[in-house]
């Protein structure tokens, strides 16, 4: 699949309509979303007919992104029922909902999921510090194949897995538009480094 073309179908899908600023609710553009997922597959990790989960999946643009790619199911996980509604609106409008599982719920309390891969963009703790701490101990009790974005300047997440002795792979590293969305954004625009990992479990 193009790059090109997968990016114009996820920046076609619908943002969220009032943003959460205690849920750190950022949508990952369509072109970093597009090379993310397609990195994926270069690596071997996602295929034709894989099944994905997406932690704190907003309004969905990896996980219906993976489905767009040839997934064959997406659990979508997020605490918000908002975002999950218009999550589910975007994988009706590209006729993909019955490949969709959502899940409103905390990560906490998500348990065990059959997936081959993780996706997840989770707050950065930005707002509350330790936000990215429930989602850090979920992905290593799924113990499975994980793409994460984080902050650039966050330390802890590679230290923490090479701690629990899993491969932590730098991908990519790209500035992260925050928008101008909540009120605490006194420039217009604001934008950030984000970079995308790689996480294999032991
Ligand atoms: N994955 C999407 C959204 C990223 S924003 C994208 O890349 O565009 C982070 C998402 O995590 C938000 O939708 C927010 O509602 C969700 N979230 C924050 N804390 C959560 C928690 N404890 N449990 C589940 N979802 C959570």
């Given at each position: 699949m193009k790059l090109k073309h997968l990016a114009i179908e996820i920046s076609k899908l619908n943002g969220f309509n009032n943003p959460k600023i205690e849920l750190e609710q950022y949508t990952t553009p369509g072109d970093l979303a597009a090379r993310w997922i397609l990195?994926?597959?270069?690596?071997?990790?996602?295929?034709?007919?894989?099944?994905?989960?997406?932690?704190?999946?907003?309004?969905?643009?990896?996980?219906?992104?993976?489905?767009?790619?040839?997934?064959?199911?997406?659990?979508?996980?997020?605490?918000?029922?908002?975002?999950?509604?218009?999550?589910?609106?975007?994988?009706?409008?590209l006729g993909l909902e019955e490949k969709v599982v959502p899940m409103c719920k905390k990560i906490r309390d998500v348990g065990n999921?059959?997936?081959?891969?993780?996706?997840?963009?989770?707050?950065?703790?930005?707002?509350?510090?330790?936000?990215?701490?429930?989602?850090?101990?979920?992905?290593?009790?799924?113990?499975?194949?994980?793409?994460?974005?984080?902050?650039?300047?966050?330390?802890h997440l590679e230290a923490e897995f090479l701690r629990s002795s899993w491969h932590v792979q730098k991908l990519l590293s790209s500035p992260f538009d925050l928008g101008a969305i909540y009120p605490h954004h006194k420039k217009r625009r604001m934008s950030t480094d984000a970079t995308l990992w790689r996480l294999t479990p032991p």
């Amino acid at each position: 699949m193009k790059l090109k073309h997968l990016a114009i179908e996820i920046s076609k899908l619908n943002g969220f309509n009032n943003p959460k600023i205690e849920l750190e609710q950022y949508t990952t553009p369509g072109d970093l979303a597009a090379r993310w997922i397609l990195m994926t597959a270069q690596l071997g990790d996602l295929e034709q007919g894989s099944k994905v989960l997406d932690l704190g999946c907003g309004t969905g643009v990896l996980g219906l992104g993976a489905l767009i790619f040839g997934a064959s199911s997406a659990t979508m996980v997020d605490v918000d029922i908002d975002a999950i509604d218009i999550m589910l609106e975007n994988a009706k409008s590209l006729g993909l909902e019955e490949k969709v599982v959502p899940m409103c719920k905390k990560i906490r309390d998500v348990g065990n999921i059959d997936a081959d891969l993780v996706l997840c963009n989770p707050p950065w703790g930005k707002q509350k510090q330790g936000a990215d701490s429930n989602f850090i101990e979920s992905i290593k009790s799924l113990c499975l194949p994980t793409y994460i974005l984080h902050s650039s300047s966050a330390k802890h997440l590679e230290a923490e897995f090479l701690r629990s002795s899993w491969h932590v792979q730098k991908l990519l590293s790209s500035p992260f538009d925050l928008g101008a969305i909540y009120p605490h954004h006194k420039k217009r625009r604001m934008s950030t480094d984000a970079t995308l990992w790689r996480l294999t479990p032991p």
